[in-house]
């Protein structure tokens, strides 16, 4: 299977600032990538599919680049709604296989 | 819009059985693969099994092949989890997800369900 390795897993930062999360993946998986936010107690939400392109509805600070084997998601200006776990995961390869996840905090 | 609405969870003792269901609403069931993603108490997520739109292919992960089943009834709008042989380590939220529009699987999804709790113990 292929792993996905997310940095770092924990990131504590404030509204306004600028965040970087990192996808590692074990092998190349072209541009197989999505990314998803998990805010406390709620169900997962697509974010960001096919490494770059934003799912209809998701807020324009989010952005998603890479291939191959390392991927970035980035939120440009943090907003309190963006406080959150978010997940990468791949679907190049059978079984489809999560990142561990990153939360984000308040700082 | 599109709703996806898990039910049947619960707690099973280990070796025990549990189905679980998803209505489906908002959107037309029979055009889309459909998945269930479990994560286990405080864990990341974990990809279980999807269905093609007729029900004439499923894949599982590993280690829930030969236990779990998943089937779907369109005209019922309902895709289905029936879960055998169960293990503490089954413990999680399970939720009902469905894939983009393909006639192959996408392999991602980009709908949730709230999910159900399924907790194996003694």
């Known amino acids: 299977d292929v792993q996905l390795t997310q940095s770092p897993s924990f990131l504590s930062a404030s509204v306004g600032d600028r965040v970087t999360i990192t996808c590692r993946a074990s092998?190349?998986?072209?541009?197989?990538l999505a990314w998803y936010q998990q805010r406390p107690g709620k169900a997962p939400k697509l974010l960001i599919y096919?490494?770059?392109t934003l799912q209809s509805g998701v807020p324009s600070r989010f952005s998603g680049s890479g291939s191959g084997t390392e991927f970035t998601l980035i939120i440009s200006s943090l907003q309190p709604e963006d406080f959150a776990t978010y997940y990468c995961?791949?679907?190049?390869?059978?079984?489809?296989?999560f990142g561990q996840g990153t939360k984000v905090e308040i700082k | 819009e599109v709703q996806l609405v898990e039910s049947g969870g619960g707690l099973v003792q280990p070796g025990g059985s549990l189905r679980l269901s998803c209505a489906a609403s908002?959107?037309?069931?029979?055009?889309?693969?459909m998945s269930w993603v479990r994560q286990a108490p405080g864990k990341g997520l974990e990809w279980v099994a999807n269905?093609?739109?007729?029900?004439?292919?499923?894949y599982y992960v590993d280690s829930v092949k030969g236990r779990f089943t998943i089937s779907r009834d369109n005209a019922k709008n309902s895709l289905y989890l029936q879960m055998n042989s169960l293990r503490a380590e089954d413990t999680a939220m399970y939720y009902c997800?469905?894939?983009?529009?393909?006639?192959?699987?996408?392999?991602?999804?980009?709908?949730w369900g709230q999910g159900t709790l399924v907790t194996v113990s003694s």
């Open positions: 096919v490494a770059s």
């Open positions: 997800a469905k894939e983009p529009f393909g006639y192959s699987s996408n392999w991602y999804v980009d709908y």
């Open positions: 908002g959107f037309t069931l029979s055009s889309y693969w």
């Open positions: 092998q190349d998986i072209s541009d197989y």
């Open positions: 269905i093609k739109q007729d029900g004439s292919e499923k």
């Open positions: 995961q791949q679907f190049n390869s059978y079984p489809p296989t």
